[in-house]
């Protein structure tokens, strides 16, 4: 049981250029997120789904896609990438009530130069 | 909405010394309050969780924090720091009225502990 994994663990992008994070968890959870992490701001909401093909937006969507074509992926899509951009991010699963645990992967080091 | 506050970027204490790590909340509604640490270069574990019941819940590595709706609160202690504590601490509420099922994290209180 692998848990939530994330791909690449660092990235080095140049403005302007897309790329996608990957994320996969396999412990059959409903619900998937996608948080970035800058110094001082805490973990902020970018996207998330509660189950295959149902999206919606966070609290920092933009410049980001996402699709969920199964249970157990869920990645995130840099459409053109900007140095405000650069951040950590974590995706994150839960069974899928509030009350639940979220349980995190190891995060995405991203730098746009 | 909801949102959290807390108290205290940078905590330092000596190894032995009483940890408390301070947390606020503002909800409209019951929330579901949750600590989170993060190791340099790790995820963030869950470290305890308040949902209903009880409001001292005890967490792992001998944490425990006390939900006080009268105060809005629920900080975190632990009664002896140990050197392996040095992390940053998340304190965080489930957005329980928005339908997102997200959470909202505070900004993080870094924990440095002295030999």
């Known amino acids: 049981n692998a848990g939530v994994t994330q791909t690449p663990k660092f990235q080095v992008l140049k403005t302007g250029q897309s790329m996608t994070l990957q994320c996969a968890q396999d412990?059959?959870?409903?619900?998937m997120s996608w948080y970035r992490q800058d110094p001082g701001m805490g973990l902020r909401l970018i996207h998330y789904?509660?189950?295959?093909?149902?999206?919606d937006q966070g609290e920092v969507p933009n410049g980001y896609n996402v699709s969920r074509s199964t249970t157990e992926d869920f990645p995130l899509r840099l459409l053109s990438a900007a140095p405000s951009q650069t951040s950590v991010y974590f995706c994150?699963?839960?069974?899928?009530?509030?009350?639940?645990?979220?349980?995190f992967g190891p995060g995405t080091r991203l730098l746009v130069l | 909405a909801q949102s959290v506050t807390q108290l205290g970027s940078h905590v330092s204490v000596s190894e032995g010394a009483l940890v408390l790590l301070r947390c606020n909340y503002s909800?409209?509604?019951?929330?579901?309050l949750f600590w989170y640490v993060q190791y340099p270069n790790q995820g963030l574990q869950l470290l305890l969780k308040?949902?209903?019941?009880?409001?001292l819940v005890k967490g792992i590595n001998g944490f425990e924090a006390e939900f006080k709706k009268s105060e809005t609160s629920f900080h975190l202690t632990k009664p002896s720091a140990h050197m392996s504590d040095a992390a940053e601490y998340f304190c965080?509420?489930?957005?329980?009225?928005?339908?997102?099922?997200?959470?909202?994290f505070g900004s993080g209180t870094r924990l440095q502990v002295q030999p």
């Open positions: 994150a699963s839960s069974p899928g009530t509030v009350q639940e645990t979220q349980y």
């Open positions: 412990m059959n959870h409903e619900y």
């Open positions: 789904s509660v189950g295959a093909g149902i999206t």
């Open positions: 909800s409209s509604v019951p929330p579901y």
């Open positions: 308040y949902t209903t019941g009880a409001t």
């Open positions: 965080a509420v489930s957005e329980v009225d928005t339908g997102r099922r997200a959470l909202t």
